[in-house]
């Protein structure tokens, strides 16, 4: 399960589960979908898989931006995570890759994820960074290794950012991770919305 929450926190980007009294807290569910409605302490939305659903909100909830920045935005020593495929050669092609601000490190290593079937999460430090015709290629290193990660040309690439609460409205697409409280009810303290519309990558 701490892989999984590991997972979940560093996918959420800056945005954390809400902590819980009780020691062992629930799986944290990841959410991608349109808001539909909010309130000071609700979000609703329609989510990926077509399902409605109603999210408390914390009282510290925060937003985060993704900019889109260019490839030599990765650069040796940035913390990033990337949503990849395991290639039969043991490397990583990258769906999409998102840069964490500098001094954030958020789960850490190399872990399943759904963005797409059979895809993996990799979060982790940027080596030397190599340049060619068929995009960007990079070792991340993490606690428990080090995973080579091919960037092909025209991935999704953005900055972490922070934004404010009123970005948060009918309409925007989002990206929150959530967890269940103990009456069964969904809660956050955050999403993350894509710059001008566009859907997080993650």
Known sequence: MNRLIAA???A????????L???????????RGTVTAITPTALTLKSREGQVLTIGLA????????VPI??????TGSFIGTSEM???????????VHVFPPGVKMGEGHYGWDLKKGSMMTNGTVGKVVASADGRSFDVSYSTGVRHI???????????TPGDRSMLKPGVKVFL???????GALVTNGAAVGDHGKAPPM
């Open 86 to 96: 395991p290639q039969k050669d043991g490397t990583g092609r990258s769906l999409e």
């Open 21 to 31: 009294a009780d020691p062992t807290p629930p799986m944290p569910q990841v959410v």
């Open 150 to 160: 091919v960037v092909p040309p025209k991935v999704p690439i953005v900055q972490i």
């Open 70 to 75: 260019t490839a030599a935005g990765i650069q």
């Open 59 to 66: 009282k510290d909830w925060n937003v985060q931006v993704t």
């Open 12 to 19: 959420a980007l800056l945005v954390a589960a809400p902590a």
């Open 177 to 183: 991770i959530a967890v269940k409280t103990p009456s």
């Open 8 to 10: 979940s926190l560093g």
